[in-house]
């Protein structure tokens, strides 16, 4: 078991960080002003709920705390109507607040039953509130990543969230007064703690409407940026497009952190070797926040792992939490944090995940060593059985095959024929491959039901705005593709 203090981090009186954007400057002054005006048109609001778009655009980051400055929850959603229809639904009747950049979205809010409010376009006039307190509200309503279902509303206070985003930025070293390049969706929780974690540094966050590599490297060339928090996938694209380049020496942040999905060793080595930084990993989830982190001098950063066991958090292995396994032993992941999400649904109908003794389930299978160095071993909730009644472990295919020369990334899910379940795999790879040679290597190291029916080489594996992949697409092409004649 890995534990420590279990203190919480408090919200302080944060204004907006200065932001740039499209080559221009937006002072924490000019930011700061702009959310105190708009706040003055949103006081006195009767709903109990209030939404806003979290667009990666200065505008959007200024209604963000402007609302913030009020007492009713947020729910903090995507520039993506479609992914507005989560399980449960969204509230009717909850104000949707638009900045005029965001004011197209306007029809899809009343379409659900939200209430749109527009704000006015931005003037030079002088403000009246200058001495807002932003970050009143007293959560936030964020999403699961939907990759395999509606996306769930996860209700996380805002110490909660602050904190963890704080954290990683003491455990990692980021100082004061520290440059962020931004170039996570604002929406998702990772974005979101990027966002809080440039105003709590009071430097400058470095925004792009959306991750391109060659536009991310742009970025990082503009300025001498602090930190960089990104997802694996971003990170290997990024290397991709660097070793194209062999003869340009690229700038990047000296702190470099992915979250959100499995990195694999092939990625981090290739990160490393293209721009001399390692990458620190990051294990956690929306319901749970951080939970671990690789905050080792840099010079001691290997692949595999995820860190240890952040300060004030607690994490075990096995079945029961009350009876932990050896350290070393590979089991369910439990972990115990003040951190943690009050419940799913929006306020005030919250549903608190069931726990055993504070202790929450994860939806991991992982390993601790005697230090609390954490590895994570592959989802619980991604294992299924097949029509002969085996249950795959998606995550022990996707191990032999990253380890097939070529191969960058894997997405390996359950596909209904018509004698029953199989195992298909999509593969993404940066050369040709000949699929032979990956199945007889498939045939060596895995027994003859884990081998994957259906087995595909894509261009790009989809992928969600949070850059996860999207497993349920994943299903519906290898559908499509069907099996080979071979197979």
């Known amino acids: 078991m890995a534990t420590s203090d279990r203190s919480q981090t408090h919200p302080a009186d944060l204004h907006p960080p200065s932001i740039e954007f499209r080559g221009r400057c937006w002072s924490a002054d000019e930011m700061t002003d702009l959310a105190a005006r708009w706040l003055g048109g949103l006081r006195d609001r009767e709903t109990p709920l209030v939404a806003v778009i979290m667009a990666n655009h200065p505008q959007a980051v200024a209604t963000f705390f402007?609302?913030?400055?009020?007492?009713?929850?947020?729910?903090?959603?995507?520039?993506?109507?479609a992914a507005w229809r989560t399980g449960p639904p969204l509230p009717r009747g909850t104000e949707l607040v638009l900045p005029p950049v965001l004011g197209e979205f306007a029809p899809a809010g009343e379409a659900l039953g939200l209430r749109p409010t527009i704000l006015p376009e931005p003037t030079a006039a002088p403000s009246r509130f200058e001495a807002a307190r932003f970050l009143t509200t007293?959560?936030?309503?964020?999403?699961?990543?939907?990759?395999?279902?509606?996306?769930?509303?996860?209700?996380?206070?805002?110490?909660?969230?602050l904190g963890s985003a704080t954290r990683i930025l003491d455990l990692v070293g980021v100082p004061r007064e520290s440059d962020i390049a931004g170039t996570l969706p604002l929406s998702t929780t990772h974005g979101v703690s990027t966002l809080l974690a440039?105003?709590?540094?009071?430097?400058?966050?470095?925004?792009?409407?959306?991750?391109?590599p060659a536009k991310t490297l742009t970025l990082f060339d503009s300025r001498e940026f602090?930190?960089?928090?990104?997802?694996?996938?971003?990170?290997?694209?990024?290397?991709?497009?660097?070793?194209?380049?062999?003869?340009?020496?690229?700038?990047v942040p000296p702190v470099c952190t992915v979250a959100g999905a499995a990195l694999t060793e092939a990625a981090w080595l290739g990160?490393?070797?293209?721009?001399?930084?390692p990458l620190r990993a990051i294990y956690g989830s929306t319901e749970a926040g951080m939970v671990s982190i690789d905050a080792a001098p840099a010079d001691l950063i290997e692949p595999g792992g995820v860190g240890c066991v952040a300060p004030g958090i607690e994490a075990c292995i096995g079945d029961d939490p009350r009876s932990p396994v050896p350290a070393g032993v590979v089991g369910q992941i439990?972990?115990?944090?003040?951190?943690?999400?009050?419940?799913?649904?929006?306020?005030?109908?919250?549903?608190p995940q069931d726990s055993i003794d504070g202790w929450h389930r994860m939806p991991d299978r992982g390993r601790l060593t005697e230090d609390g160095h954490l590895t994570v071993a592959g989802r619980t909730d991604e294992a299924f059985k097949t029509r002969g009644g085996y249950l795959v472990d998606p995550a022990a295919i996707t191990t032999v095959l990253c380890?097939?020369?070529?191969?960058?990334?894997?997405?390996?899910?359950?596909?209904?024929?018509?004698?029953?379940?199989?195992?298909?795999?999509?593969v993404e790879a940066s050369a040709a491959l000949q699929l032979?040679?990956?199945?007889?290597?498939?045939?060596?190291?895995?027994?003859?039901?884990?081998?994957?029916?259906?087995?595909?080489?894509?261009?790009?594996?989809?992928?969600l705005a949070t850059g996860k992949i999207d497993r349920l697409r994943c299903s519906a092409i290898l559908r499509e593709l069907g099996p080979r004649p071979s197979e």
């Open 66 to 81: 402007a609302v913030s400055a009020g007492s009713r929850p947020m729910i903090l959603l995507p520039p993506v109507p």
């Open 138 to 161: 007293p959560g936030f309503v964020l999403f699961t990543s939907g990759s395999t279902g509606s996306p769930k509303p996860v209700y996380r206070t805002v110490p909660q969230v």
């Open 198 to 212: 440039a105003a709590e540094r009071r430097g400058t966050l470095g925004l792009l409407e959306s991750f391109e």
């Open 226 to 251: 602090d930190y960089w928090p990104g997802v694996p996938a971003m990170a290997e694209m990024l290397t991709r497009l660097a070793a194209r380049r062999p003869s340009r020496r690229w700038r």
């Open 271 to 277: 990160f490393r070797e293209q721009f001399g930084v």
């Open 334 to 351: 439990w972990v115990r944090s003040p951190l943690y999400m009050k419940g799913y649904g929006y306020p005030p109908s919250i549903e």
């Open 403 to 426: 380890r097939c020369p070529g191969i960058v990334d894997v997405a390996v899910v359950p596909v209904a024929r018509q004698a029953g379940v199989v195992p298909g795999a999509l």
């Open 436 to 463: 032979s040679e990956v199945r007889a290597r498939l045939a060596t190291e895995l027994p003859s039901w884990c081998q994957p029916a259906m087995l595909h080489v894509v261009e790009a594996l989809p992928r």
